[in-house]
């Protein structure tokens, strides 16, 4: 797995089937899917809205409103394909410790059982660590079966910590040493 991130320049992962990149706005499209096959236990904030937002536009504007950086999350394109399934990266969720990235993926239902998230998730775990991160942090509903699976096979623990919430259900807390 080869990864890039020099000031200045977009970051850019490679592994065998895929390209971990900055979006393009074209690809709001994508995002948008994205939304629309979220679970219904998914919290209302992250589905689309009654007035159905966020919309292909809103997507498109805040693609073109978020800069390359060294936390982010970035598509996931198939290589042999030229489609983007998803996203993987580091976000700054402030649910972990100070100066500890949390893991966040999410790939389209169509490519799921393939080992994409697995794949893209180790890419972004040597990224971090060549980023100088010791630690990192992923949350996941405990519902959540697959992605809970995906952790495990990366060398994520599920902590003690844990968040109860009576409509979506309990978060867990996972971490990883680097």
């Known amino acids: 797995m080869a990864g890039e991130a020099t000031p200045g320049h977009e970051v850019v992962l490679e592994t065998e089937r895929l390209?971990?990149?900055a979006w393009r706005v074209a690809e709001a499209v994508v995002q948008r899917e994205l939304w629309t096959e979220r679970d219904p236990r998914?919290?209302?904030?992250?589905?689309?809205?009654?007035d159905g937002h966020p919309t292909v536009a809103d997507l498109e504007e805040s693609i073109r409103a978020n800069r390359p950086s060294s936390i982010g999350l970035l598509a996931v394109e198939r290589k042999a394909a030229r489609d983007v399934i998803g996203y993987c990266g580091l976000i700054d969720s402030g649910r972990g410790s100070e100066g500890e990235p949390e893991l966040a993926f999410e790939l389209l239902r169509r490519v799921w059982r393939q080992g994409y998230a697995t794949e893209a998730s180790l890419a972004v775990l040597d990224?971090?660590?060549?980023?100088?991160?010791e630690r990192?942090?992923?949350t996941v509903w405990e519902w959540n079966t697959a992605s809970r699976r995906v952790l495990a096979k990366i060398g994520f623990t599920e902590t003690e910590r844990k968040e109860?919430?009576?409509?979506?259900?309990?978060t867990l807390f996972t971490t990883r040493r680097l």
Request: net charge positive; hydrophobic share 45%; no cysteine.
């Open 164 to 170: 109860v919430d009576a409509v979506h259900r309990t």
């Open 136 to 138: 990192l942090w992923a």
């Open 42 to 50: 998914v919290p209302p904030h992250r589905r689309i809205d009654a």
């Open 127 to 133: 990224w971090a660590r060549s980023s100088g991160y």
């Open 19 to 21: 390209l971990l990149r």
